[in-house]
């Protein structure tokens, strides 16, 4: 199976080293296994599998340019790499990235699980709290 994380980084936090761990199982149990995330600005504190593929959230040629022109083109660089990629699910980590995710491969038919590390009752973020209740509405979302 082809299967794809979708996180910020893999610099540090509970997220991130579960999601490495899964990766890592995978990758051990035959599974094709790729990750995007930061992997430019930011340190991969974790020890990934050698299967793993880890694919950087933005091109190193657009690192010089303003923030704003790196995210439009992180976000087509990521669709394209999808696409590319052809992987049978998606998962995203934290509301932030499934939510973008989600958004970045509608019209593909690839299925994309949302995968949370924090409690359901935390809304400090609005955001956050507005992709949970979009998911709970949609029946995506356990509580349990």
């Known amino acids: 199976m082809k299967i794809l994380f979708f996180i910020n980084a893999?610099?540090?936090g509970g997220a991130a080293r579960v999601l490495v761990t899964l990766s890592?199982?995978?990758?051990?149990?035959?599974?094709?296994?790729?990750?995007?995330?930061?992997?430019?600005y930011q340190d991969v504190?974790?020890?990934?599998?050698n299967n793993v593929d880890l694919i950087p959230?933005?091109?190193?040629k657009y690192k010089k340019y303003i923030k704003n022109f790196q995210r439009l083109n992180g976000f087509l660089y990521i669709r394209k790499t999808i696409k590319k990629i052809k992987p049978d699910v998606i998962i995203g980590?934290?509301?932030?990235?499934?939510?973008?995710?989600?958004?970045l491969t509608i019209g593909l038919s690839i299925p994309v699980i949302a995968s949370e590390r924090n409690h359901y009752h935390n809304n400090k973020d609005l955001y956050?709290?507005?992709?949970?209740?979009?998911?709970?509405?949609?029946?995506?979302y356990s509580q349990t």
């Open 128 to 140: 956050e709290y507005f992709v949970r209740k979009i998911r709970t509405a949609q029946g995506l």
């Open 57 to 60: 959230r933005i091109k190193k």
């Open 93 to 103: 980590f934290m509301p932030r990235n499934y939510f973008l995710v989600k958004l």
């Open 24 to 40: 890592n199982e995978l990758a051990s149990k035959g599974h094709s296994v790729s990750i995007i995330a930061d992997i430019i």
């Open 45 to 49: 504190n974790f020890v990934v599998n």
């Open 10 to 12: 893999l610099e540090h």
